[in-house]
């Protein structure tokens, strides 16, 4: 790994230690499989916090007492060593308070293991609707920086850091919290480390569906827009507690766009928002936060605003305040997309465990003319743009 990293360019590995010092003077290590091994107890299942697509992610507890969280990614081939250097040492340069930076990785002959800084509040996920979902940490203030945060996240990956990077799965999921509720967004940039033949979108689609732009569920049109309507549907759970897809009594499903679309039509925003609020919330961040939602999640690409807008909305700043919205499109997946989602069907903190049949959103829409924008060198139409 050494030689591909060195390979890169301006990172300087030196042989026999494990530190590496960034341009911007922050450092990340290679971690041995032992230490690993060791602080994650053998990747034990009382460590395992989850497990997402590309692998289970572990708590652990390096020999200097460094909480960390470990992905151990699905085996990959040696074709893919030289792909993972130049992305790790990508993430590695990537730095701000709202994005949840490498603390450093292993990658041994079958193996592949992130390294990320232990994340006390777990995700978004856990507070809205798994296991700290009894719980009333996640009040109206809260919910406002985790809104503003993760939007400013992303608006450094779309508009700050070289090359762009577009996420692709923004969801409660990826939403991490530290011991501040300061959130921190994460899995950023390692959709390509798929093994080969798997599509992520194809194996995870249960868990993300309700999150996807119709553009990219149904013509893998790829963009930062897509990022944006993703956001706006995690600020409509935000503000209503709800999932992006709801299981209805009798089996119908729900978009979370929906439901919202009557309520936001007739001006009763109100009826909105989450009741474990208890009715302490800002009206007038509310109004702020649905109007971005409600442009965020247009169907039309072109119509969203970029992240750069978002924020300044959510903060108030926008002088020339984009047109309320009084009207909220809600996106219908086709019925067979929506059979296909599990996320709603499950209350566990993974978002459904992925689909072993491998059967997802595109095969599922026929959509053979779909490419995988990662796969065709293609960086303009994929996250690097
Ligand atoms: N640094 C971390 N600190 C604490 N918990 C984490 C950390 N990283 C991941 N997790 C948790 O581990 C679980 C699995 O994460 P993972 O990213 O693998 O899956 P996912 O987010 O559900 O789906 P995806 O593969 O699409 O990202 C999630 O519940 C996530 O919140
Ligand atoms: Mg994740």
């Known amino acids: 790994m050494g030689s591909a990293l060195s390979c890169c360019g301006s990172e300087k590995v030196e042989e026999g ?35 997402g697509g590309f692998g289970s992610v572990y708590w652990g507890k390096t020999s ?37 930076g490498l603390r450093g990785y292993c990658a041994g002959t ?28 996640l009040d109206w203030k809260k919910r406002m920086k985790i809104a503003i945060g ?9 508009h700050e850091v070289t090359p762009h990077i577009i996420h692709r799965d923004i969801k409660a999921s990826n939403v991490l919290l530290d011991s501040n509720f300061e ?38 049109k790829v963009s930062e827009s897509c990022d944006v309507y993703s956001f706006g549907i995690l600020l409509l759970e935000l503000l209503t507690g709800r999932k992006p897809i709801e299981k209805l009594p009798g089996g119908l499903k729900r978009t979370v ?12 925003f109100k009826e909105l928002v989450d009741p474990k609020l208890r009715a302490n919330f800002d009206e007038n961040q509310l109004k702020q936060a649905i109007n971005v939602a409600a442009l965020c999640v247009q169907s039309e690409p072109e119509k969203r605003p970029n992240m750069k807008e978002v924020v300044n909305i959510l903060k108030g700043y926008d002088p020339r305040g984009k047109v309320m919205q009084t009207r909220i499109e809600s996106v219908k997946y086709k019925a067979e997309l929506i059979d296909l989602d599990q996320a709603s069907d499950d209350d566990d903190d993974n978002g459904g465990v992925p689909d072993e049949s491998g059967l997802g959103v595109f095969e599922a829409m026929e959509v053979p003319k779909m490419r995988d924008p990662y796969k065709h060198g293609d960086r303009k139409m994929s996250k690097h743009v």
């Open 110 to 137: 079958d193996q592949r293991l992130i390294v990320y800084d232990y994340m006390p509040n777990l995700s978004l996920l856990s507070h809205l609707h798994g296991q700290f979902a009894g719980e009333t940490q």
């Open 64 to 100: 200097d007492g460094l909480q960390i969280a470990v992905k151990k990614l699905k085996a990959m081939n040696s074709k893919a060593e030289m792909e993972f250097a130049v992305e790790v040492e990508v993430l590695g340069r990537v730095r701000h308070k709202n994005l949840l």
């Open 257 to 268: 766009t929906e439901w919202a679309e009557p309520l936001i039509t007739q001006g009763k």
């Open 183 to 220: 959130p921190l967004v994460a899995d950023f940039g390692f959709a390509k480390l798929i093994p080969e033949g798997v599509s992520h979108m194809t194996t995870r689609v249960k868990g993300t569906l309700g999150y996807l732009a119709p553009e990219y569920a149904m013509w893998g």
């Open 17 to 51: 230690t494990t530190t590496i010092t960034a341009a911007n003077n922050t450092t990340w290590r290679i971690f041995s499989y032992k230490e690993l091994h060791t602080a994650t107890s053998g990747f034990s299942e009382e460590n395992k916090l989850g497990e």
């Open 150 to 158: 993760s939007a400013e996240g992303l608006l450094y990956l779309h």
